[in-house]
């Protein structure tokens, strides 16, 4: 079967909802045994039970991932039950401001977590990746590549996801290890409703199509669209794909000037 992932071991951080959740249910659906790191590990327990109802094989971990020592322990655990095939860092906070509203503590809690916890599990699995080769795949965003009005510290951190990867994919070339990013654009998930609600009370249809309509195609994406990439990423399939940064932004970066 294409796209199999029968009995890899995928670690997925951040897979409690959204476009994690929907990574983790699709890597289930192929045959992957995953283990889901989220900060709070009852928010990753429905994604489980989704999992375990369909036949999928999953734990779940409570784990802070800008916290190193909370990695390690986590990943030790997870090295128990055999060597690591899949990284998918995923797990990521979001931030509105531009230079000058952008308060010192927001630039520290954004590295924190969107860089220093992609290092932290990149540096806790590249020992057992390194044995038998393996897939990387770190969550980028098109704020990594084009500017977008009051995102400059989340661009700044999703830019240097950008070249993590384009780093890793050249150091780990000889091992067999492939890393390779997605650059989501506006997606659908609980996230954007309660960006939405927050800051437009009343008019959450107007503001939801106007934030549609930014996206060429004419919509948001799915969740399931980017899991479905993440599949080919991970797969067999993908074997001649490593360092690549791959746009799922309905012709966001590409076409909005045209």
Request: glycine residues 10%; contains cysteine.
């Amino acid at each position: 079967m294409k796209f199999s992932l029968e009995n890899k071991n995928a670690v997925v951080t951040g897979g409690g909802s959204g476009i994690g959740r929907a990574i983790c249910i699709a890597l289930a659906e192929h045959g992957a045994n995953v283990h889901i790191l989220e900060l709070q590990a009852i928010n990753a327990e429905e994604t489980a039970k989704i999992i375990r109802d369909n036949g999928g094989k999953v734990s779940v971990y409570g784990c802070n991932v800008a916290n190193g020592s909370e990695v390690k322990s986590a990943f030790e655990l997870i090295l128990k039950s055999g060597s690591i095939d899949i990284l998918i860092n995923n797990a990521g906070i979001a931030h509105i401001g531009n230079l000058e509203n952008t308060k010192e503590e927001d630039l520290d809690r954004l590295y924190e977590v969107n860089i220093k916890g992609v290092y932290n599990c990149m540096h806790a699995s590249i020992a057992s990746l390194k044995e038998n080769g393996g897939v990387i795949l770190n969550m980028a965003s098109i704020a990594a590549s084009v500017g977008i009005n009051d995102r400059f510290a989340y661009s700044m951190t999703k830019g240097a996801v950008l070249t993590m990867t384009y780093s890793a994919a050249k150091d780990y070339l000889d091992y067999g290890i492939r890393c390779n990013c997605i650059s989501p654009g506006r997606v659908h998930t609980p996230f954007v409703d309660g960006f939405i609600k927050k800051n437009y009370p009343g008019k959450e249809k107007e503001m939801f199509e106007k934030l549609s309509k930014t996206q060429p195609i004419g919509r948001m994406g799915k969740p399931e669209e980017i899991a479905n990439m993440a599949i080919y990423l991970c797969s067999d399939e993908a074997s001649f794909v490593t360092g690549t940064n791959f746009s799922i932004d309905g012709g966001f970066t590409t076409l909005n000037g045209s």
